[in-house]
């Protein structure tokens, strides 16, 4: 529902402040999530200019029969409940439908990895350790939720459910995905973990590759021409929400953020800075241990960052979930290069990833959506 046709439903004389912070609240979709005095009084602004109402705050406190303060502040956050609703169906002669639980998000951040250890284990730690963790979840289900929470600078905390696949690959990703999604409905969902590294850009052990898109490089035909079998790929790449992408230029190459994290590991570290990259990330079910490879699927993708196995799984699980669909990204870090491969950097790679992933959620929530 936009303001404009709540606004245009009544005549001025009944546009009161009232009825304008009521409307701008379920514009908000505060009949779904907590809103602050802030939030409404910026989107009244944007509208009404001058003319918009003063103490937004001092009305929320009025409006008792109306709204209801649901998160101790600061910022106090306000839920719009039925009865605003109704009084809003009144005053403007508008059905007002709105959506049922069931199609209404329900947490915040959805994590899916694929190992226990050392990727999910890594996750677990950044937001306080095991003990600030908690399953939730039916037992019916396969997989093994758990529940934590990740502080915000204003006070707030966003609800995060993590869990991992239930082995390696594209499948059991895309499983474990919808299966979270459906049963928490998370506004964004971060596959967070390891992967190998392409050669070029300077990349270390530990830098971060964002998938954008994420490509199945083996989708394709096989087929064989003058005797010599040849590969004709078919991909149906997926990539970021635009604002999601946008957000996210501001930490690539050499940021300040990443020397952050590395003070906050007490193993060895790469001898060069680590950075972000974002770009093409090839998904298939296969462990390669062999760098031609790598020049081979980068004969399709020239500007591919990395390889592993899961993120497509995520990404298309995701593209195809139930409306409103959450956004998706996939943070992992480079464990090795795709040639004799080695254990010695996967636990350094799993802390990068979840520390990054963790940190850029923690600053950046409120720029990737108004009313997150």
Known sequence: MEISSLMSAVKPRGRTD?????????????HITPVTAKQISDLLKLHLGAKSPANVNASLRAYKAYVSPKEKGPPLKWFLVEKGMEYLRIASGLSLATAAASDSFKS?????????????????????????????????????????RLPMVDGTALRVVATTSTSMGLTAAAIATTHL???????????????????????????????????DYNSGKVVAANGIREFQPDPYPIGLNPRLRSVLQKYRGRHLLFDEIRRRWTGRVPNKPN???????????????????????????????G????????????????????????????CDFAAEKSDSWQEYAAFMAAEFAIEFLKREWGGLWPNA
């Open 181 to 215: 999604v459906l049963q928490f409905r998370p506004r964004l969902v971060a596959m967070i973990g390891i992967a190998a590294g392409t050669r070029s850009g300077d990349k270390q052990f530990g830098d971060v590759l964002v998938a954008d898109p994420s490509v």
């Open 108 to 148: 915040d951040i959805g994590i899916v990895c694929a190992l226990e250890n050392p990727e999910l284990a890594a996750v677990i730690n950044v937001l306080g350790g095991p003990s600030k963790w908690a399953e939730v979840g039916d037992a019916r289900h396969t997989h093994i939720y758990r529940e934590g």
């Open 18 to 30: 009232q009825y304008l912070i009521l409307s701008a609240m379920l514009c908000l979709d505060a």
């Open 275 to 305: 950075s972000l990259h974002v770009g093409p990330v090839g998904a298939a079910d296969q462990v390669i241990d062999d760098e031609s490879r790598i020049l081979e699927i980068q004969k399709n993708w020239r500007k591919l960052i």
């Open 307 to 334: 390889v592993e196995m899961e993120t497509y799984g995520v990404y298309r699980a995701v593209h195809e979930s139930p409306e409103p669909k959450p956004r998706v990204a996939s943070f992992k870090a480079v």
